[in-house]
């Protein structure tokens, strides 16, 4: 108890690699260590053959990690780190048991805190509070579209880990996350009753999409991160807008002021809204949730995304001009924020690594400014001549910069071996 | 012969997996089974390694079904499935014997055919015969187009086995139906005859980016479709606008009428005209001709594409807005048709499988109708500022549904097995 | 010395391939040859298992050529094809030596050579004299980016021999030539000092983006191209239309003239113009130097670069329209320059891979063509409607149409072989 007290706090003024410390309550269930160090790396489903090779190369830091993990004492096994001790309770039972109750409730929380790599469900417990707090509509969407996936995914006979882990799901929560937040904003209306049908039909498309993508990608051991909500998400929104929705009359666009002067209080609290914006909830409660759910599962993760936030809300300040309305409300800060913690996340945390990883974060705040136009040009021609109110970016822009940032970090050799155990800390 | 027949009936109200049923006239021809079952999967050029792999797993009914086809009576082995006794006699001739005239004509047949993914040379010559009487350019572009691809293929060296099943020439089958029929709709003028020089370049380029796009792909154990052909055709009509055609009067744009009720037997004639707008012909006999072909090639096929020619137009329905003119001319259903059968054709048909060709179908349409408004965004700026004539999507929805669906598909284990012998049924 | 200098010319007028005649210096040198056979390829980090594929089917070819090179006296060792000489001295001296000047000055111009596939330090020594010739702020912008470059590659682990060889920098060598030349055409005002910071951001996206995209893409066994230039300039360019520079007010666009004839002299000068338009500088002086240093490196590449370009501008002629400003300018001309360029450096030239050397730059002018309006529709929308000064196309179609071209020419089976020494001649 007192140990891993300790090394929790060890790891908060970033002391890594702590897993190479000693731990002595460990030894009773090392024989444990290797299956679930495999067994929890299914974010990605690897090829047979790289983890192979990632293991004989990781097995010491591995080994000693997982070791780790296993050694905390029961009640901290069930609560921080991926929760190893819910994950395999739950493994016991068959989706056909009574039990199956649990077991979709701990992979629809799970799966919403994988939205920022998190794979806890009392991260996910807390998130989702956070979501009802900031958007009520936004919490029903989140489980609505979870259960759609999850039924999905069962139906097409989808490995139990992936489903268990969240990874079927985490895609879907950000359809019925950002649907209700953002179609006030692109359509100037209400969301009418038939959308939440369109969110449903997405998460399906969602699964889908996550299931052959996901195995393209494998196949250079990349994974697909949000790629198939962006997918989703733009399809489904273009396709309401061509049912028709979304005539209503257009609110007057705000006079842009003249070059007003900088509140870097403002911008600070900027950096807080853009962890919440992650699923297009702008509140102050729901951004400290998030983040106190990311520093359950691992405190090197809820640091780095939130430096990754800051840098972003910088470079928005760089990239864009006054008025800055959209960096006080965190807009420039989330592609930022999952940039900074993907790379973070897949790979084992160096110094030249914490650095492609700030790199990653202004990188994807480039792409943001730079697709921003591109986006809102596509729908111009539809309803009116205001680009203002476009189909925004999603978070399209982390996407492409951590595919490209993860494929570099895992070419540039040793030094920076892929992650085969990304866990607590 | 009267087992034949049985088994076609059979196959007609869907009794799979047919292939296991005993065929008692096969064993004087079951030596022959296995090498004609690996000699027919070159749809794509699959690794050897993973083609090894899926024939230990697939062997036993691939080798039933190829017995299947092979103890088809000797006319029938001429007409249908994939016509194996014509491709087997051809394939004893050389490409420099004078019988390549024969050679030629029978891989032009198969690749109007291998659009809708039959590689039947009877098919084929149904579904140039509904060309010509739909539209009598059309008939002429493919046979051109085509012509010109098996040439261009054969001077880069492509392999005998892909030329002669049509796989060089079916994307260009495809630019020369289209392009003669589209080129008024989005020109507002008739067409040139210096088009016909651009369908050709088109064509060879088809042939190029097939094969670079094809062997890409096939590391992924996925096929091209017609994306050659969306590449292709794309670029030669912007470069056609670009050469300064198309500069007539615009005809006035119909007005948007009112909300009008659905003619659910003009909805019934728009799943039917889908079959032919997959070679962008509008005409019920061509379409009838189409399904008939497929139906020689295989029933289930057929079936499938129609179920999902019929899902597309349903879901147009949805996803767009009166008037319904688009609907009840088919335009909204090949994308469906298209995209169901690619599931059905290259996987297994379990019951899984046929909902995923069913989400496939709603997928495409649902890009279909994303997508329009992006394509027809880019060629306004050209001319004028009417959203209506700009470019079409071709069939670029179902090339991106079924790219990923297939991955999918694949992705969700042993009971989705790739087809190793896509033929009869 | 007058070996080489007879095969040399024998090389001028064609004769390939000159690598199979007898080189009786060889003798004492070919035991060096089969390594640095194998060290010269690493364009694209060819995997292991390809690699040695490639060289049990090309050991003979390779063999030779690279004994060919082997045996240049030691003066001609120093100065053309890849000039192994001065690569062998270089790479004996640690990168924490004082020697690391001279290492990085090699670097640095070989990576300007590397553009047009030269790999030469004498090659990118006078291309650099002609940007200062041509642009003096082109000269300047590449060796800030370059140096900005190496370090960043060197920071981020990099091997030495990919960074020795100028593919960490020759991105970044075309986002320090480009920017200053096409930032007055686009945003109408003279480039501000702050666009200096955002080139050297861009440099550092250049070297994550290429080692990113060349690891995604070596699965294929397709090298990367100038891709990630074309990703780094086309975001920066967009971010800072977005951080509110350009706002001057607009040229009075040219009057699109009459019809008028066609000047062939000016015609030769753009395919001589298009040289040095690789490099966005405009200047025949420049365009000469450029063809030179090729024609060190090796004379066939040279050639075909030249009639690419020549290609690529009579397509130009057919698929726009008058006037033909752009076309005199050698705009029409780059991409094809490069694109019949890389098929010839990448494969072995027999007659058919020259075919298609041709074939894409054909297919890259038309691309040029079709992507123009997509670009310049993108920035529409944020300062005005005149799409003349939207976005320019870079050589996004060289790129596209060359990675597809590749990739067909290698499925196309043994008779097209990729070069395992793409070096002198």
């Known amino acids: 108890m007192l140990v891993s007290l300790v090394l929790i706090l060890a790891e908060v003024v970033v002391e890594w690699p702590a897993c190479s410390l000693p731990s002595p309550a460990g030894t009773h269930l090392a024989v444990l260590s290797l299956p679930s160090c495999g067994a929890s790396n299914n974010y990605i489903n690897t090829q047979r053959g790289t983890k192979s090779q990632l293991h004989t190369r990781n097995d010491q830091r591995c080994g000693d990690m997982a070791e780790f993990i296993q050694t905390l004492p029961s009640v901290w096994g069930w609560l921080v780190g991926d929760a190893p001790a819910a994950r395999d309770a739950l493994a016991r039972f068959s989706w056909k048991s009574p039990i199956v109750v649990v077991k979709v409730i701990d992979s629809v929380l799970r799966g919403i805190a994988q939205v920022a790599f998190g794979n806890n469900p009392l991260s996910g417990l807390l ?3 956070g979501l009802f707090v900031g958007h009520v509509n936004s919490g029903l969407g989140a489980l609505l579209c979870s259960l759609t996936a999850i039924f999905t995914a069962k139906v097409l006979y989808w490995q139990d880990d992936a489903v268990a882990a969240g990874h079927s799901n985490f895609n879907a929560v950000l359809i019925g996350t950002v649907t209700p937040a953002v179609y006030p904003i692109v359509f100037r209306e209400a969301m009418p009753p038939a959308v939440w049908g369109y969110m449903m039909i997405a998460a399906v498309f969602t699964v889908c999409v996550m299931g052959g993508l ?18 989703a998400v733009s399809t489904t929104f273009l396709c309401v807008k061509m049912a028709g929705y979304g005539t209503g009359t257009a609110a007057p666009t705000p006079d842009p002021g003249a070059q007003e002067d ?76 999952l940039a900074a913690g993907s790379i973070s996340f897949f790979m084992v945390p160096k110094l030249h690594i914490l650095l492609m990883a700030a790199i990653n974060a202004v990188f994807a705040t480039f792409l943001h400014s730079a ?23 999603f978070t399209f822009p982390f996407c492409l910069a951590s595919v490209l ?12 071996l892929r992650v085969s155990s990304p866990a607590f800390p």
């Not at 760089?318 to 800060?333: D, E, H, K, N, R």
């Not at 591109?374 to 021609?381: D, I, N, R």
């Open 127 to 129: 998130i989702l509070i």
């Open 214 to 231: 996901g195995r393209i990608m494998e196949g250079h051991n990349i994974p697909a991160l949000t790629l198939p909500f962006n997918i």
């Open 262 to 337: 900088i509140d870097w209080g403002q911008v600070f609290r900027g950096t807080l809204l853009a962890a919440g914006h992650v699923w297009a909830v702008e509140d102050v409660a729901c951004s400290c949730l998030v983040l106190l759910a990311l520093f359950i599962f691992s405190p090197i993760l809820a640091l780095v995304s939130y430096v990754g936030a800051t840098l972003g809300t910088l470079t928005g300040l760089v990239v864009s001009t006054a008025p800055y309305a959209a960096i006080y409300q965190g807009l420039w800060g989330y592609n930022g924020f």
């Open 371 to 393: 697709l921003s136009p591109v986006f809102a040009a596509v729908s111009v021609p539809l309803v009116d001549h205001d680009a203002a109110n476009g189909l925004p970016v």
């Open 405 to 416: 940032m993860l494929a570099a970090a895992m070419a540039s050799g040793p030094p920076s």
